[in-house]
């Protein structure tokens, strides 16, 4: 039930710090060690390359556990999206794991991946919102992102609850591998709950950010790099499902290379930098567009935020900045589609699960 809630999508925004919360209970022993069954840690160690299938959110989701394994596990990883490995396979690795990610379990695309790699023997996991799912109960072995239902089509707690199992993983895929890393996913994605928690306490600043920037335009791009890359594309993806705005995530740099054509006086720009390394770069990108007329929005995180910055989000790590910044994104998004008259829960055109191909 929404309860006082407008919309399911503002609902589940707001539980966000509480599902992480409750990953961690769920994750985590009598000793505050992390607790995974012993097969899909096993399965984990032996793969010599990860292969992750997803559509839509969960796809966004995936490119970060891409990020996640590969910098604290040291283990390769390849993110597809499910309908495009479906009919064209990359070449394999001799001893693959598949990772499915999907919030509903029921995906078509992803399921016609994973009959496929059954069919070959390769080991699979699926991470779900939906134990008895499909995907769930077709997999090898299945971890549970326990973000309770998620109503609205708009995929948001979901997809920072994925996040938040993948950041376990790959600190236990970490130790089981023996490498010493410093990342304490159970210390970090608590102060990351914590983090979430103050960005949904200032929804005042995330209406006005939208009724500036969004309330009139037809168009908005959203450019971030490294981590902040992966969540702009995210953002894209919520602000066009659910407002109808023709939005677009791109890499910092790339912007340059083409799409910088589009940018006419007053289009709105937002940029997001949470990764110190490359917050020069991600401002000068700005620049460029600013030039051009462009009306920027900076989302920044507390340590590289400048003074007039739109938003700053409280420090967390490097690698968990991606669930906390994607909130002002949900929240700007939200605000946006709210302004604009449009079905937050129930936008055109869209179903909460996609089970044909
Ligand atoms: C976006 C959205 C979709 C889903 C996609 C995959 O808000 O909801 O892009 O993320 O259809 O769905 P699942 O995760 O159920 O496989």
Redesign the pocket.
């Known amino acids: 039930e929404k309860g006082t809630y407008a919309h399911y999508m503002l609902k589940e925004i707001d539980e966000q710090p509480l599902v992480i919360r409750n990953i961690l209970q769920k994750y985590q022993d009598e000793a505050n060690e992390i607790k995974l069954p012993n097969d899909i840690r096993t399965s984990f160690h032996a793969a010599d390359r990860v292969y992750i299938i997803?559509?839509?959110?969960?796809?966004h989701a995936g490119l970060v556990g891409k990020e996640l394994m590969e910098k604290v596990v040291g283990k390769p990883v390849e993110v597809h999206i499910a309908s495009e490995f479906l009919y064209n396979q990359p070449l394999l690795s001799p001893n693959p794991l598949f990772i499915f990610?999907?919030?509903?379990?029921?995906?078509a695309d992803?399921r016609g991946v994973l009959v496929n790699v059954k069919e070959a023997g390769h080991p699979s996991l699926t991470i779900t919102n939906v134990p008895g799912s499909t995907l769930s109960r077709e997999a090898d072995h299945t971890l549970h992102t326990y973000a309770g239902p998620e109503i609205a089509?708009?995929?948001t707690k979901?997809?920072t609850a994925q996040m938040a199992v993948l950041a376990i993983l790959a600190m236990d895929g970490a130790h089981a591998a023996g490498s010493d890393t410093d990342f304490d996913a159970l210390h970090e994605l608590s102060i990351a709950a914590n983090a979430m928690e103050t960005l949904c306490d200032a929804k005042d600043d995330m209406e006005q950010i939208a009724r500036d920037y969004l309330f009139e335009t037809r168009n908005a791009f959203f450019i971030g790099r490294s981590f902040d890359y992966h969540v702009v594309q995210e953002g894209a993806?919520?602000l066009k499902?659910i407002s109808y705005i023709q939005a677009e995530g791109f890499a910092g740099g790339e912007l340059k290379h083409g799409t910088i054509a589009l940018i006419e006086e007053g289009t709105p720009v937002i940029a997001l930098s949470t990764q110190e390394n490359v917050d020069l770069n991600i401002r000068g990108n700005l620049q460029e567009v600013v030039a051009r007329g462009a009306n920027p929005c900076v989302v920044s995180m507390d340590g590289c935020h400048r003074a007039d910055d739109q938003v700053v989000i409280p420090l967390v790590h490097a690698y968990l900045t991606p669930l906390v910044a994607v909130v002002p994104l949900q929240l700007i998004s939200y605000y946006a589609a709210l302004h604009r008259g449009c079905d937050v829960d129930k936008p055109r055109n869209?179903a909460?699960?996609?089970t044909v191909e």
Do not use: F, H, N, P
């Open positions: 997803a559509a839509g959110t969960s796809y990610i999907s919030q509903s379990g029921e995906t992803c089509v708009a995929s979901a997809y993806l919520k499902e869209l909460k699960s996609v």
